[in-house]
């Protein structure tokens, strides 16, 4: 396994796209946060915002580049027939499914770790700014209170949990264009129907039974009102990720490469 | 087109419908189109006809609710009169710290409990009409709320008269000369000004003329919140006090008849009360077209063509990949040695894939509206009905939106020649600007990401029309976009131009 972990990081570590996703990840995810701490208002001392909530919108969108820097780390090797190599020298095909979930995982955390903490840090910064102050009833964001420290710590989790449900969807599906694709739908497409619904027992079932749950642990406010609370929510999105993972290594054993 | 061409097309189409899992991503789009649009997700109160709005004379789909105190007037003849006061009261204050998710959320009708004030659009007046019976044609000028004196007819038609503040006396007078009627207002009872004069074709010799109240249903919007979108509101109710009535022409004998028209039955909210030449009217509900959304009644055929972001984000991944694959698989080298003139390929690819698209998203449109309509109404949800060639245009639309989609994916493959970068790019260029509009942004930020980005192109969608005279919701999540269909469609357009440039150029240029 410890060669099979190597190999793998070195894999992704020479891979000249990987540097560049990574940059791209912690930019957006550090930009979107800063432009929605900068816009969403706090106009008086009742408003519904939450700011750790709004200084981690970014996640939203660098979630997209984590999706492609999972899936290229599996589809990538489809594409170019990598795969039959790396399947000679690791003979054990759930080894090297899970080396390259870890390598993944561990990339994916020290990146959501820089994005997350740029995007309080700038939600620190910018919220007072918007109307989050003190006069309304706000403290700065700061690590040290319980949940926003959650919040934070949980959307690195979330990240991680993103990026193996995209290395279990990119196993099975093996194509870059279509595990991206099914990694989208899951990501923005349930969102949006969400918000078409009107029935409400639809609309709270769709948002605790799929991924976007977990971005439930961004909550920190009127946690009465929220669909699925927040470790909930996030433990929805481990179950996927397990199950996507399941389903991978079953495929990777038994099919053809 | 050359017969070179032609067979271009040829190779291209076969390359495209020998490829299983693109056929298949095919048929998956329209199911996503046509399944999400019948999904059983919606469901409402409105069976067996139980909340059929009245259609207006020209067939539109109104609210007509108010409270009047009227007699019949038999040919030419005016009435003027004074309205001494306008007051209101508004639903209680929605409880600050109280967040209101979830959708729209009217709280329960509680006039006892409420806090004085006008809605914006609450209307005293005096109204000629064509008769009682639910959208009977009509004229009217009114002191409203905020908005000044208007003269208002059919529903939909609004004039801007002198601005004046509800807190004075205004004198208002209505003139029937054959089937026009001309509104006037004064503010001291002798200097008078025109607001406009308007036809009412086929407006019968006796028409009912009277003075009316009425105050439509108080809406404030929680949306510019992080994640919480909804509304919040409830009825409110406004009376005007009218003095000093003078009633010239061919009246009917006797005082005026206190009357409500429309709205829901309970009593204590509206009323006229005749006290000799004092009528004071007490009203609620609205004389204006009906709109879906928070404010309105029901949904659109809009909202069943959810489904269209699924289809899409399936119709990108094939169009990208259409390209992709073959840098990938390396077949662009043989299909460049096939074809030298490269902008042709580009063409041939273009049309295979922008027709594959457009007519499989206008059989599935098609399917989707006249169906989930249908499903729609079965779950007891009312659907406002729209006139023909909305539904075309919504429908043509759906397929102009997706077959566009796909030859913007189809450039970025060019471009990008990677799958992962253009299906990204491509989905989160369509996709994400309508998201964070309906999601996370305040709603001045959002409108204006849907006027410059490709989604601007959703707008083609929109079934219904939005009217400054009824306050709503009006946001792309209920169905309202801020450009009109075509400009939609002009910005993608545009942006698939330019990227079908880009792609042209880079192709000739790049080896492959």
Same mark, same amino acid.
């Given at each position: 396994?410890? #060669? ?9 570590? #020479? ?11 912690? #930019?957006? #995810? ?28 970014? *996640?939203?969108?660098?979630?997209? *580049? ?126 949006? *129907? ?64 | ?24 991503? $095919?048929?998956?789009? +329209? ?22 709005? !009245?259609?207006? @004379? ?49 709280? !329960?009708?509680? @006039?006892?409990?409420?806090? @004085? ?54 004198? %208002? ?33 006796? &028409?009912? +003329? ?5 105050? !439509? ?35 009917? /004998? ?32 609205? %004389?204006? !077209? ?41 077949? =662009?080298?043989?299909? =460049?040695?096939?074809? @030298? ?14 027709? &594959? ?38 429908? $043509?639309?759906?397929? /102009? ?89 002009? $910005? ?11 792609? +042209? /150029? ?7």
């Amino acid at each position: 396994m410890r #060669t099979a972990l190597h190999a793998e990081w070195t894999k992704l570590r #020479t891979s000249p796209a990987t540097i560049w996703l990574l940059l791209a990840a912690v #930019t957006l #995810t550090a930009g979107v946060s800063a432009a929605a701490a900068a816009t969403i208002p706090c106009k008086t001392a009742a408003c519904l915002g939450d700011p750790a909530q709004i200084s981690l919108t970014g *996640v939203q969108l660098g979630q997209a *580049v984590v999706v492609i820097l999972a899936v290229l780390a599996v589809s990538g090797e489809h594409a170019t027939g990598m795969i039959r190599t790396s399947l000679t020298a690791v003979p054990r095909r759930s080894t090297l499914l899970a080396a390259k979930a870890v390598a993944v995982t561990g990339v994916t955390m020290v990146t959501a770790t820089v994005a997350v903490g740029t995007s309080v840090l700038a939600g620190r910064l910018l919220l007072p700014g918007s109307g989050y102050t003190a006069a309304h009833g706000f403290t700065p964001l700061s690590p040290t209170d319980g949940p926003t420290l959650r919040a934070a710590g949980g959307s690195m989790l979330y990240l991680c949990l993103i990026a193996l449900l995209a290395v279990g969807v990119a196993t099975v599906v093996r194509d870059t264009g279509a595990s991206i694709g099914v990694m989208l739908a899951l990501l923005y497409l349930v969102p949006i *129907v969400t918000q078409a619904l009107t029935d409400p027992d639809w609309k709270r079932h769709l948002q605790q039974a799929t991924p976007t749950a977990g971005l439930a642990i961004q909550a920190t406010r009127h946690l009465d009102t929220v669909a699925i609370p927040p470790w909930h929510g996030l433990a929805v999105l481990a179950a996927w990720a397990a199950g996507a993972l399941l389903a991978a290594a079953v495929l990777i054993r038994t099919r053809d490469t | 087109m050359s017969a070179g061409f032609g067979r271009l097309l040829h190779a291209e189409w076969t390359k495209f419908r020998t490829v299983r899992g693109w056929l298949f991503g $095919v048929a998956a789009a +329209a199911a996503a189109v046509i399944g999400f649009g019948v999904l059983p997700g919606m469901s409402g109160s409105c069976h067996d006809h139980a909340c059929r709005l !009245p259609t207006g @004379p020209d067939g539109t789909e109104v609210t007509d609710s108010f409270t009047f105190a009227h007699r019949s007037l038999t040919g030419d003849g005016s009435i003027t009169a004074r309205l001494a006061s306008l007051t209101g009261i508004l639903p209680p204050d929605p409880g600050d710290d109280q967040p209101q998710g979830e959708g729209p959320s009217h709280g !329960p009708a509680t @006039p006892g409990q409420g806090r @004085p004030g006008l809605v914006p659009w609450a209307k005293a007046g005096l109204i000629i009409r064509a008769g009682s019976a639910p959208g009977a044609g009509y004229a009217a000028v009114m002191l409203t709320g905020t908005q000044g004196v208007r003269m208002q007819h059919d529903y939909i038609h609004d004039v801007a008269g002198p601005a004046a503040s509800a807190d004075a006396p205004r004198w %208002l007078r209505l003139t029937r000369t054959g089937d026009t009627v001309t509104g006037q207002t004064s503010a001291d009872g002798s200097t008078w000004t025109q607001v406009a004069t308007v036809r009412l074709p086929g407006l019968p010799a006796t &028409v009912e +003329a009277g003075m009316f109240a009425t105050s !439509p249903q108080y809406t404030e919007s929680t949306s510019e919140v992080f994640g919480l979108t909804g509304a919040g509101g409830g009825p409110t109710r406004a009376t005007g006090s009218f003095d000093r009535i003078v009633a010239q022409g061919g009246w009917s /004998a006797g005082t005026w008849q206190p009357d409500k028209i429309g709205g829901p039955d309970d009593a204590p909210r509206h009323g006229a009360v005749v006290d000799g030449d004092q009528v004071t009217i007490t009203g609620s509900g609205d %004389l204006a !077209p009906a709109v879906s959304g928070a404010a309105g009644l029901g949904t659109t055929i809009t909202q069943t063509l959810v489904g269209t972001f699924a289809g899409l984000i399936i119709v990108v991944v094939i169009a990208t990949m259409f390209v992709t694959a073959e840098y990938g698989h390396g077949l =662009m080298r043989t299909t =460049m040695a096939a074809n @030298p003139r490269r902008g042709r390929i580009l063409a041939a690819k273009t049309v295979v894939i922008g027709t &594959v698209t457009f007519v499989t998203a206008l059989a599935s449109a098609a399917t989707t509206v006249t169906v989930g309509r249908r499903v729609l109404e079965a779950n007891g949800v009312y659907v406002h009905s729209v006139s023909a060639l909305t539904q075309v245009r919504v429908i $043509v639309g759906t397929a /102009a939106l997706l077959a566009l989609a796909s030859v913007l994916a189809l450039a970025l493959g060019v471009i990008l020649r990677r799958s992962a970068a253009a299906v990204t790019t491509a989905v989160l260029g369509i996709v994400m600007p309508y998201l964070l509009a309906v999601s996370v942004l305040p709603a001045t930020a959002g409108q204006w990401l849907l006027r410059v980005t490709p989604a601007a192109a959703f707008a083609l969608q929109q079934s219904t029309l939005e009217y400054p005279q009824v306050i709503n919701i009006y946001t792309p999540v209920n169905g309202y976009y801020p450009l009109p269909p075509w400009a939609g469609l002009a $910005v993608l357009c545009a942006w698939t131009g330019l990227a079908l440039g880009v792609a +042209a /150029a880079l192709l000739r240029r790049r080896d492959a």
